[in-house]
């Protein structure tokens, strides 16, 4: 009887640490506001998916700023977050912490976004026509 023996050389990846991110409420609208109150809104779920433990933070403006061509401003300071039901924390202009975690499995981890305007008197009303908008930047990062 004889045999037959077949060599394979091994075979090796390497597998880096990756992370995904998904916003399931991109657009959060307050409607019409004024000093008067605090309003709120959800701004439902960052959902992050990693193989490795992961951080998600936000980068925000300094400003709103008026969306049709309108000079005035609302300093970014006036809106606050919070993450996963906890304090609500103010929104910095530059980088915000939001939350962070351990690998996922493929469903990922949501973290609940909620946000708090609160506006001041010496906030100008925004130029007939034109709406106030910022736009949040959130990134998820892996080390």
């Known amino acids: ?10 075979r090796s990846f390497t597998n ?22 605090q309003y709120a809104a959800s701004g439902g779920n960052a959902n992050v998916k990693a193989n490795a433990a992961w951080t998600l933070g936000m980068s925000a403006p300094a400003n709103f700023t008026e969306t049709g061509g ?7 300071g006036r809106l606050s977050l919070s993450a996963n039901a906890g304090a609500y924390n103010t929104v910095a202009s530059g980088a915000n912490a939001v939350s962070s975690g351990t690998a996922t499995t493929n469903a990922g981890t949501n973290t609940a976004l909620a ?22 930047t959130y990134t998820a990062t892996t080390p």
């Not at 991110?21 to 000093?35: H, Q, R």
């Open 1 to 10: 009887m004889r045999s037959l023996a077949v060599w394979l050389p091994s």
């Open 16 to 37: 880096r640490a990756s992370v995904q991110l998904t916003l399931d409420t991109p657009l959060v609208d307050f409607g019409n506001v004024d000093p008067l109150a």
């Open 70 to 76: 309108g000079t005035n401003t609302v300093p970014i």
């Open 115 to 136: 946000y708090h305007l609160n506006l001041q008197f010496g906030d100008a009303p925004n130029t007939s026509g034109d709406v106030y908008q910022a736009v949040l």
